[in-house]
């Protein structure tokens, strides 16, 4: 208290003057009318831009969860319009009961929004590390793509980051896909060099196709259902023995500029994977004729 009352004692000139200042200004813009209007509209400017910069602040942050509802939704869109394009194949020409049943697709899994934390594309063997683990319900082998196409699969993964083979890896990655529409199906391969650029192989001689078709995982793994967008046919080329097409793709995902990507929780793999154990094991025990 006493040294409130001697900081009073002390400045109280200048306290009296801002008084008097602001008593003044509040007389000045209350009963003038002219000054009156200056002072609202520079107030209501003044607001305005604050409110403004406090909005521009909230749109910065919140970036984040709109880039994963945009990479969940464009993904969900893609599924959509394939399932469509089967279902008007049904209405118009005799397709398979398999094809019909795949419309219920989007209720068989779940997806987990994740970030890139660290990529690569200039090295031979590429790896994407995401920042969703174990904790997150993500488990190895698990398939990894985002808005615009494929990404690669879960290869290890702790608590809370995971480490995942990407599309661009030359020793590791090979993915089956399909032309879309077509039914032909060969696997995925990267060669390194042009980050954009990977070769579908063993495309059957009898196939029929063109420069233009896109490319779409077959679901015939059990890492990735079927449609998710690959790329686009650039050229058609025989293989290597001339029983084959091998066909350069343009791929969908820009792996340069990846950010916001998805893991695919397929719930029926887990039935499909003790099912293949069961085979084999089956197959091994199954006495010799």
Not at 36 to 62: C, D, P, Q
Not at 236 to 249: C, E, M, P, T, W
Request: glycine share 8%; proline share 2%; net charge positive.
């Amino acid at each position: 208290m006493k040294n409130l009352l001697a900081f009073i004692e002390r400045y109280y000139h200048w306290l009296m003057l801002l008084l008097l200042e602001v008593a003044s200004g509040f007389l000045l813009f209350q009963y003038n009318s002219y000054q009156g209007s200056v002072w609202f509209s520079t107030a209501n400017a003044v607001a305005g831009k604050i409110y403004e910069m406090e909005s521009s602040v909230l749109s910065y942050f919140s970036l984040k969860r709109v880039n994963e509802e945009l990479t969940l939704r464009n993904f969900y869109l893609e599924r959509q319009v394939t399932q469509l394009r089967r279902l008007y194949g049904d209405l118009t020409q005799d397709t398979t009961v398999l094809e019909r049943q795949e419309l219920v697709f989007l209720n068989r899994f779940q997806l987990v929004p994740a970030k890139v934390v660290s990529n690569s594309v200039d090295k031979v063997d590429n790896l994407l590390t995401l920042d969703k683990g174990r904790a997150d319900g993500i488990e190895r082998d698990m398939g990894v793509a985002c808005g615009n196409g494929i990404v690669g699969v879960v290869y290890l993964v702790s608590e809370h980051y995971s480490v995942v083979i990407p599309v661009l890896n030359k020793t590791s990655s090979r993915i089956s896909c399909r032309i879309r529409g077509r039914g032909y199906f060969g696997y995925l391969q990267w060669y390194g060099g042009d980050p954009t650029v990977a070769y579908v192989e063993d495309v059957p001689r009898h196939a029929r196709f063109k420069r233009g078709d896109w490319v779409e995982t077959s679901g015939y793994s059990a890492i990735f259902p079927s449609g998710i967008l690959v790329g686009k046919v650039e050229k058609i080329f025989n293989s290597a023995d001339g029983l084959s097409y091998r066909l350069k793709v343009r791929l969908s995902t820009d792996f340069a500029c990846l950010r916001d990507v998805f893991v695919i929780n397929d719930k029926s793999v887990g039935e499909q994977l003790q099912l293949l154990e069961q085979a084999k094991d089956s197959i091994t025990m199954a006495p010799k004729q």
